[in-house]
Structures are given as structure tokens and as C-alpha cells.
């Protein structure tokens, strides 16, 4: 299994911020900036890793992701999802629409390469 | 032998007699102090006014000359007592709820309150009833004739005597007929005198029978002897007549106006018919068993040629019975006086309503107001009138020279007044009756009278022989005496015959062709079914049911406890005996004022009225009901308009409430775009910081790359918080404008220079100076703030490789618009007006703001009084500011 990330983000600084810290930890790291045709993107790349933002310009990242699960195969795949709303509906919200796990901005770098690197894990035992 | 003296002094006695009873019953009943006066027996005993000195002394003459025929008299009424009493009862019950005066004002009342009709009947009843008042005074005067004969001494004049009877009678009327203003006041005094002269005149009648059949002929036995021998026994039944006289005395009884007023008027009591409809015919019975005795053995006993009317008076006279006489005098007296003045109170009733008080009103020219001193006034007509109908009767006799038979002007009397049977009869039972028809019935029914028997009977000198005899205008058929060829009748019987049935046709026909107005068919109904609108006399018993009938009604509209409470209270008021209060005037009062309280004062009045009886619905009382019910209508529209604007209030509440949660999602969707725009930028600044602060082996050059990133952010959240304040203190009003005066173009400079920094002057911007040279009114701070917020927009949003920005000015009044174009492709006609929404971003790929810009730009506009809006439909994308209080246009002299 290998390490490969699809990171869906309309914010270029922070698209930039966790490419540095995902590619340092070994990761390699395709980005995208539009909602619309991110389920393409991510079925295309094929990642062992979905990370996604909610607020995206074109789609939202909730319907990207009962889209992307919808899909034969992709029901697994592990979405770790990112807001700067941070509202419980929100958390909720996504939860319902298959989330692997569910994060709220700002966040520690920590935070999240901890939560990749278990998710990681967790898709290569299961 | 016979003193005329002793004879005037004894009349006088009695009528010093007379007005003393009357004088003390009417002080009596004033003081309500003796109940005997308005009982059963006083009732009957005045009906008996019915027997006339036509009666007392006629009936003798009558059987004298035919028989038995004189029965036929006493017979009529009679069969009306006992067989129609009922009838009576219903005149006497719509007589009380009428508030009837008369049988003129009864027709009238009937028949939609026509004065006309009213006025008419009035006119018959005068013609009719005043040969019969003549008729009364000659036998007055006749009677004195009888003793001025025994008593030769005397020098007797009959027309002073009757001028002196007619003087005493007119003033024994006025005097006792009109001391009340109030009509519906009973006249207790005169009924009481009558009822004691009813008394004198049947002990006067069976004494004289008494000694002429025991004193004279010597016992039963030998005066029935007697009759069988005298030429009375051999009298011949006429069927024909016998039918249509005791018809005729029916319908006088009944229609005689005098009758009307002792028996409707006066009446005390509708149960007083009752005991009437048996004592009253027992009365007649009494008047009449000696008269076919005196009549027999008058005739066997006085000389030829002898006027057997006065048989009652000479026959004991003859004997030298005085005192016997003298009584006998007194009872054909009674029968005068009494008839009389009765007579004459009814007529002048008549007489004063309906002819003098319309004629005096209308000349007067204000019918409507009524006010006080009218009652003088109908005082003062009634007491003329009595005196005129006297008068009238006085002069009838005089002229008529006193010749004529006395039963014949009975019977003409009774024929003519018989003509209002139809309308009243018609109008108690037949609720289809109409004015019309009763005025066209009683018209022929009159002229049918006056043609076929006043006229030749009594009126020899108006109608010649020559028309009796070829008929009017020499037409055959016209004979008054045998009408439309059918000859051979008995003149009475043939005038009754026709008048009565053409009047009764005529009625009839003229009533089922009119149609009758609104008043007439009420009344119609009031009369017809008076038993269904009235209740029954107040007594003991009446009165008990009849409170209950009000603890019934008021329960149902005041409730249940609040009616019990009410008539508990009113209980403990009278002094509390029985389990319902009496219903006296002043309970039924409090409670008509307590029912109103609910219903309305009218249609209180008209429930306690339809129970309580007194008076029925009258036509106020239904027009006072409508007009309530028009007040409650207007009630309840306003009820209706008040929920309507229940409703409007609601549904602005419930819109306001709306609001105020649209309001409250909008600002949770504040709140949370507030949120997310700070926590964006810390996101970049949290994850930089941390990579700074843990690097290991970073580069400088991506050291520096990322302190400046954390910089930018930094800025961007301070720039997001200063917009934040900015639009909270705008949106507050807290922000304070200062106004003040300068050129547009020097604040379009500024905005340029300042918006444009750090551009590398990417954007070509077009101006013209010649329009900007405009002073201008404003807070020239703020105005700038918003021309650098639409330049900065342009510089970031403006799509076209060679972004221009055209700034274009145009005057309109007093407001300035200054236009900024780019060349662009402009905004999407979805989003033009959700760009000046907070957080609102087109494109936010190239969003460096918050997306708060344009809203405090409107905000601002609209401090300024001015106003900032999206011009759609042109090629690029164009934003128009509206600058208010321009002053002055200063290009065209300079430039």
C-alpha cells in the first residue's frame, strides 16, 4: 500500500502548509482547488488518501463525498475531512455521509499527520 | 189624582239620586276602595242599557200592534249572549290590547288605522243613532203627556219640558262622560248610575206586570184567559220578518255604539261575559215576561184610541194606582236617561277622535306634535260634542213634530247601524278583509239604507210619493220599496235584505280585489289571531301562570341563577308570600328594564307584553324591535371589521415573527461566515508558525516564504476585523458623518492613489476632468473610502487581459452619478444583487477580502443619503454611485 494523498483545498496557503507537511513525512501529494470535478480527480489518482475541505468552491466537500462513496470501491477509501466552521451540525453532517474522520481549522500539524498516518493504518489492516 | 208637581219633584229627586251614585262611584273607584263596582252583576246590569224607552213602553205598543213580534227584540241578543259569547270575548280582548275607544275607532284599527273608515262610521252612527235619541226624549215627553192629562190643572208644554230633559241629560253626560282626559279610564260613575236605573226600570216593568196580572185580571189564569180572547192572540207569525228582526237586533246589540261602550269600553273583565252571557238574557227575559199581559189587558181595558206605548204608564194611572205610576214613570225614565247618555258619551267619543281632532289638527297644520295642551283640547271637543248630539237629537224631535211610531225609528235605527256588521265580523275573523273593501261595503250599505228605508220612513218631505211610487229618475226598478223589480216584501225586510247583502257582496268582492298594506295586514293578523298575540286577564290564578310564563322567558335570556336570583329579590320586595312575586306594574317594570339590559329595550317590552298582556305588539313596539336589531347587525359588522383587523394584526406578527427568525438564520449564517473567514486565515498562520518553529533543515528562502505567508494572513485578519467594525458601527448608526464641502475630482484622486498602490499600475483608468470639476456636500472621507473599494474590485475581479476601469460622470438634478466600467464580463445576472451582501463573493478563487466591501459601501451610501448599485445589461460590469447635494457645476465657465 503506499502513500498517496488527493488533497481537495480552495485555501492555496493552506493547501501549501499541508502539502509541506505530508511530502516531509514521506507522502506524495496531489492537490486540487475546485469542488466541481474533485470526485474525477480523486477516482483518476486513485490515493490511498482523500483529504478534504467543506467550503469548496463549485461543490461542497459533504456532496463530493456521498458522491465519491457512492462509487464501486470507494466505500472505504479513507476521507479525512477539514472546516473552518466548525459546527457540530456540520460534524454530524458528514459523519452521515461516511467520514473517516473529522477535523476543525485551525489545527496542529501534529493533529493532522497523526490522524493520516492512523488512517493510514487502519485501511492497510482492515 | 196625578200631580205634575209631585211627578217633577220625584224626577228630580231621582236625578239628585243619580249623580250622587255616580259622584260616589267615582270616588269610590278612585280610592279603589270597593270591588263590587267592577263586578259581573254592575257588567250585566248596564248591558241592559240595551232596553230603551223603545223597549220599556214600545214593547207594549209593539205587541199591542204585532203580536208577538216584539220577542224578536229580546231574541237577537239574546242568541248573541249564549251563542257567541266567545265572539264577544274576542271584541272585548282586542277592545283592551287596542286601547279601542269606540266602534269607529275598532273598524279603523282593524282596517290599517283609517280615519277615513273611522270618520265614515262615525257619520252613520250619528245619522242612525240621533233619530234615536229623538225617540227617547218623546217618550220622556209623552210619559210627562200622560200625567199632564190626569192633572189638567197644569198648563203643560212639551217642547220646554224636552228642552229641559235635554239640558239635565247633556250635563249629567259631560259631567260624569268626560271628567277623565283618559278614555281607557272607566267611567265608573255612569256605569253605576246605569246599573241603579237598570235596577228601577225591570222592579218598574214586573210591578205594573204584577198588578195588572194579579191586581187587574185577577191571577194567571184569567190573564192568560184574556190574552187568548184579545186580538194579540190571533196574530199571524211573519217568518220572513220575525228571521230578519231578531237578526237586526243581533247585529245592533253587537254594533249600537252605546252597546260598544258598555260592553267593550267599559268592560272591567273579559270573565264578566261569562256570567253576562246567562244573566244578561235572564234580564231581558225578566223585562219582557209581563208585556203581552199589560199590552192584553190595556187593550181589553183603556179606550179605543188609546196609545198603547204608553199602557206601562196609563194603565195604572187609569186604576189610580199613583205610586205605581209614578215607579212605572220612573222605569220608562231610566230607560231614556240611561240609553241617553250613553249614547251621547260614545257618540261624542266618535265624534271628537276622529272628526273634530283631525279637522282641528290638520287646520292647525302640525298634526305630528302633539303636545299638552291637546288634551284640553280633546277635553273641550268631547264636551262640545255631547252638547251637539243633544242638540242634534233636541231638533230632530222638535221637527219631526214627535209623530212617527216609536218602534219604526227603532228598527230604521237598527237597520242602519246594522251596515258596519259586515266590516266587523269580516275583520275579526277574515284576515284577507281590507280597507278598501270595508269603506266600499259600508258606502253601499249606507246609501242602500238612507234609499231604501230612512228615506221613505222617516224622511216624507225629502222623498216625494211620486218616487216611491215610479222609483228614482222614473226607472221601475229604482222603487225604494221594491228594489230591482222584487215587490211584495215587507219594507224592512227588504231593506235589510238588500243593504245587508249588497254591502256584505260588495265588501267581499272589493276585499279579495284590494290589496292591503303592511299595517292593515298586521292588524288584520292582531285581530284575527288577538288570542294568540294577548293573554288572559290578570287574577289570582291568571297572574301565577302568568309568572311563570316571565320566570320561563327571563330564564331563558338571563340564565337560570341570575333569573332566580332576580325574582327571589323581587319577592322579598313585595313582602314575600307564595313561591313567585306578583306580577304588578312595578315588578314587571324592574324586569322589562332587567330583560332590556340583554335584548333591548323594545323587544323587552313587546315579550313582557305578549305575556303580561295589557297591550300587544303594537306597530312601534315592531318597529323599535327592527331598529335593534338594526343597531345589533351594525354591532356585529363592526365585530366582523375588528376580527378582520385580528386577523391582519396576526398575520403581521406572524410576518414580523418570520422576520425575526429569517433575522436570526441570517445572523447564525453571519456568525458562522464570520467564523470561518477568521479561522481560514489562523489556519495558515497556526500551520506556518508550527513549521517555522519546528524546523529542521528549511531553507532560508522557505523561511522567508512562509513568515510572509503567516504576515499576509495576519493581515488579511486584521483587515476582516476592521471591515467587521466598520460595518457594525455603520449598520449601528453609530458612526458620525462629517459633511463637508469639496471637489469630486480631488476625492477621486485621493481614492485612485490610494487604491492603486501596489498594482504596478495594471489597470488603465479613463477619466474625464472637465465632468469632475463638481462641488460637492458629503462626508468626503467616507465617500472615498467607497470609490477605493469599487477600484480595488475592479483591479481584483476585472476578467479582461487589459483591465481598464472608466470612470464616467453624469449630473441628474441635485444627485451626481458617478459610474465605474470596467471591461470586464461583468457580474452574473444571479449574483448583481447578492454582491452587496455580506461575505458575498462571485469568484472566490481571487477573493483577497472578506467579502464585506460592497456591503459597507452600501452601508455608507445610504449614511449619505446617496446610493451605490449594480447597472446590469452592459458590457462589463458596471457600478453606479449616487452622490447627493451637489451644489455647483463649475466646468462650463472654467474649462
Known sequence: MGRHVVLIEDEPNITEAIRFLLTRDGWQVDTHADGTDAVEVILNAAPDLVILDVMLPGKSGMEILKDLRAVAGMEHLPVLMLTARGQARDREMAEKAGVSRFMTKPFSNTEVLTAVRDLHAQAKQG | ?895
Open chain 2, 1 to 895: 189624582m196625578a200631580s205634575l208637581n209631585a211627578l217633577i219633584l220625584v224626577c228630580l229627586a231621582y236625578v239628585v239620586v243619580l249623580f250622587g251614585v255616580a259622584f260616589a262611584a267615582d270616588r269610590l273607584a278612585a280610592r279603589r276602595g270597593a270591588r263590587w263596582l267592577g263586578s259581573p252583576l254592575i257588567y250585566t246590569l248596564s248591558l241592559s242599557i240595551y232596553c230603551t224607552a223603545w223597549t220599556f213602553y214600545g214593547a207594549v205598543g209593539y205587541a199591542a200592534r204585532s203580536g208577538l213580534e216584539f220577542i224578536t227584540i229580546y231574541l237577537g241578543p239574546t242568541l248573541v249572549m249564549i251563542g257567541w259569547w266567545w265572539g264577544l270575548r274576542k271584541l272585548v280582548r282586542i277592545g283592551r290590547s287596542q286601547r279601542v275607544t269606540s266602534i269607529a275607532d275598532l273598524i279603523s284599527a282593524r282596517y290599517g288605522k283609517s280615519n277615513l273608515l273611522a270618520m265614515g262610521v262615525t257619520i252613520l252612527a250619528v245619522i242612525t243613532v240621533t233619530p234615536y235619541i229623538a225617540l227617547q226624549l218623546q217618550s220622556i215627553t209623552l210619559s210627562f203627556g200622560a200625567f199632564a192629562e190626569a192633572d189638567p190643572s197644569r198648563n203643560y208644554n212639551d217642547t220646554t219640558t224636552v228642552f229641559w230633559v235635554t239640558a239635565g241629560l247633556a250635563v249629567f253626560a259631560i259631567l260624569f262622560g268626560t271628567r277623565n282626559l283618559d278614555v281607557n279610564e272607566r267611567h265608573h260613575g255612569v256605569v253605576t248610575a246605569i246599573a241603579l236605573e237598570a235596577v228601577v226600570k225591570l222592579v218598574a216593568l214586573l210591578a205594573v206586570g204584577i198588578f195588572v196580572v194579579w191586581g187587574i185580571a185577577g191571577g194567571f189564569g184569567d190573564a192568560m184567559a184574556r190574552i187568548d180572547a184579545s186580538e194579540i192572540g190571533e196574530w199571524q207569525v211573519n217568518s220572513s220578518r220575525w228571521a230578519v228582526i231578531t237578526f237586526l237586533s243581533a247585529a245592533a246589540f253587537v254594533c249600537l255604539p252605546r252597546m260598544f261602550q258598555v260592553m267593550v269600553v267599559e268592560n272591567e273583565d273579559e270573565r264578566h261575559l261569562r256570567i253576562a252571557a246567562w244573566a244578561f238574557p235572564l234580564y231581558l227575559m225578566l223585562i219582557s215576561i209581563f208585556v203581552v199581559p199589560i199590552a192584553a189587558i190595556g187593550l181589553d181595558l183603556m179606550p179605543a184610541g188609546a196609545n198603547p206605548d204608553l199602557f206601562v204608564l196609563t194603565l195604572p194611572l187609569s186604576q189610580g194606582q199613583q205610586g205605581l205610576a209614578m215607579l212605572s214613570f220612573l222605569g220608562g225614565f231610566s230607560s231614556a236617561t240611561s240609553m241617553v247618555i250613553v249614547a251621547a258619551m260614545a257618540l261624542s267619543t266618535m265624534v271628537s277622535n276622529h272628526i273634530v281632532m283631525p279637522v282641528w289638527l290638520r287646520a292647525r297644520g302640525d298634526g305630528a306634535s302633539v303636545s299638552g295642551d291637546v288634551r284640553n283640547i280633546v277635553l273641550y271637543s268631547r264636551r262640545v260634542s255631547i252638547a251637539v248630539i243633544m242638540a242634534l237629537g233636541y231638533f230632530y224631535y222638535v221637527l219631526s213634530g214627535g209623530g212617527a211610531a216609536l218602534s219604526a225609528i227603532g228598527l230604521v235605527s237598527f237597520t242602519g247601524i246594522a251596515q258596519i256588521l259586515p266590516a266587523l265580523v269580516g275583520g275579526l275573523y277574515w284576515r284577507g278583509a281590507t280597507r278598501s273593501g270595508a269603506l266600499a261595503g259600508l258606502s253601499v250599505g249606507f246609501c242602500l239604507w238612507v234609499f231604501t228605508l230612512l228615506l221613505p220612513e222617516l224622511g216624507s218631505g225629502l222623498l216625494t210619493a211620486r218616487v216611491i211610487e215610479q222609483g228614482l229618475f222614473g226607472l221601475g226598478w229604482l222603487r225604494p220599496q221594491a228594489l230591482f223589480g222584487i215587490e211584495g216584501l215587507d219594507p224592512t225586510v227588504h231593506a235589510v235584505m238588500w243593504s245587508l247583502i249588497l254591502n256584505t257582496g260588495v265588501f267581499v268582492c272589493v276585499s279579495v280585489a284590494s290589496i292591503p298594506n303592511a299595517l292593515e295586514r298586521l292588524q288584520g293578523a292582531q285581530f284575527v289571531n288577538v288570542f294568540d298575540h294577548s293573554s288572559a286577564p290578570r287574577g289570582w290564578t291568571g297572574s301565577v301562570a302568568q309568572c311563570e310564563d316571565l320566570m320561563i322567558m327571563s330564564q331563558r335570556i338571563l340564565g337560570a341563577q341570575e333569573a332566580q336570583a332576580f325574582f327571589q329579590r323581587e319577592l322579598l320586595r313585595q313582602g314575600g308570600r307564595g313561591p313567585l312575586p306578583e306580577p304588578t306594574p312595578t315588578f314587571l317594570e324592574r324586569l322589562e328594564r332587567e330583560l332590556g339590559g340583554s335584548v333591548g329595550a323594545a323587544a323587552a317590552h313587546a315579550m313582557i307584553g305578549q305575556i303580561a298582556g295589557g297591550s300587544s305588539v303594537s306597530v312601534a313596539d315592531l318597529m323599535a324591535v327592527a331598529d335593534e336589531t338594526a343597531q345589533i347587525l351594525e354591532y356585529s359588522s363592526r365585530l366582523e371589521h375588528q376580527s378582520a383587523e385580528l386577523n391582519r394584526t396576526a398575520r403581521e406578527l406572524r410576518e414580523a415573527n418570520g422576520k425575526l427568525t429569517e433575522i436570526s438564520h441570517q445572523k447564525d449564517a453571519f456568525l458562522s461566515q464570520v467564523s470561518h473567514e477568521l479561522r481560514t486565515p489562523m489556519t495558515s498562520i497556526r500551520a506556518f508558525s508550527e513549521i517555522l518553529r519546528d524546523a529542521d533543515g528549511l531553507s532560508a528562502e522557505e523561511g522567508q516564504r512562509y513568515a510572509s505567508i503567516i504576515h499576509d494572513e495576519a493581515q488579511r485578519l486584521t483587515r476582516l476585523l476592521n471591515d467587521l467594525l466598520d460595518l457594525s458601527v455603520l449598520e449601528n448608526g453609530q458612526v458620525s458623518v462629517n459633511i463637508a464641502t469639496g471637489n469630486l475630482g480631488d476625492v477621486l484622486d485621493k481614492a485612485l492613489a490610494s487604491a492603486l498602490t501596489g498594482t504596478a499600475g495594471k489597470l488603465a483608468v479613463t477619466r474625464d476632468r472637465s465632468q469632475e470639476d463638481v462641488v460637492i456636500n458629503s462626508d468626503l472621507d467616507r465617500l472615498a473610502q467607497v470609490f477605493i473599494n469599487l477600484i480595488a474590485n475592479a483591479c481584483k475581479y476585472c476578467d479582461s487581459p487589459d483591465p481598464a476601469l472608466r470612470i464616467s460622470i453624469a449630473r441628474h438634478g441635485t444627485v451626481l452619478w458617478v459610474d465605474f466600467i470596467d471591461n470586464g464580463s461583468g457580474i452574473p445576472a444571479g449574483a448583481q444583487r447578492m454582491v452587496f451582501e455580506k461575505f458575498a463573493r462571485v469568484n472566490p478563487e481571487k477573493a483577497g477580502g472578506a467579502g464585506l466591501g460592497l456591503a459597507i459601501c452600501r452601508e455608507i451610501m445610504q449614511r449619505l443619503g446617496g446610493d451605490i448599485r449594480y447597472v446590469p445589461d452592459r458590457p462589463g460590469s458596471v457600478f453606479r454611485v449616487t452622490v447627493p447635494n451637489v451644489t455647483e457645476l463649475k466646468n462650463s465657465g472654467t474649462s
